[in-house]
C-alpha cells in the first residue's frame, strides 16, 4: 500500500509564493509519475502539474504555467509544487497524485492520493 502525505500550504497574500510537498511512503511502483491537481470551492477539480519518474518531463495547466514548478526528489521519495506570483484564483485544495505508467491529466487515472491542503490566497 502507498501513501502520500501532504505538507505545506496555509495563507498567503497575492503575489507571494508556497510550496506544497508530497511524502510517499510504502510500496510505491518504481517511477512513478507525480500529479497535483486543485478543487476550489464550487468548481470542478482541476489539473495543475505533473512530473514523471524521472524528473526529465514536466507538464503545468496553462493557468500555472511560469508561476509554479514541480521536481522531486527521488532519494527522499518527495514531490514539491512551488507555488510564485500566487493569485487570488489559485484559492483551492491541492491534492497531490501518483500512479505507475505514463503521465495523465486525469484524476481517476491516479491510485494513490494525497490527503489534501488548503491554500488560500488573500488581497
Known amino acids: 500500500q502507498v501513501q502520500l502525505v501532504q505538507s505545506g500550504g496555509g495563507l498567503v497574500q497575492a503575489g507571494g509564493s508556497l510550496r506544497l510537498s508530497c511524502a510517499a511512503s510504502?510500496?510505491?511502483?518504481?517511477?512513478?509519475?507525480l500529479a497535483w491537481f486543485r478543487q476550489a470551492p464550487g468548481k470542478e477539480r482541476e489539473f495543475v502539474a505533473y512530473?514523471?519518474?524521472?524528473?526529465?518531463?514536466?507538464l503545468l495547466a496553462n493557468s500555472v504555467d511560469g508561476r509554479f514548478t514541480t521536481s522531486r526528489d527521488n532519494d527522499k521519495n518527495t514531490g514539491y509544487l512551488q507555488m510564485n506570483s500566487l493569485k487570488i484564483e489559485d484559492t483551492a485544495v491541492y491534492h497531490c497524485a501518483a500512479r505507475a505508467g505514463m503521465p495523465s491529466q486525469t484524476w481517476w487515472a491516479y491510485n494513490y492520493r494525497g490527503q489534501g491542503t488548503q491554500v488560500t490566497v488573500s488581497a
Open positions: 510504502g510500496r510505491a511502483p518504481a517511477n512513478y509519475v
Open positions: 512530473i514523471d519518474g524521472s524528473g526529465g518531463r514536466t
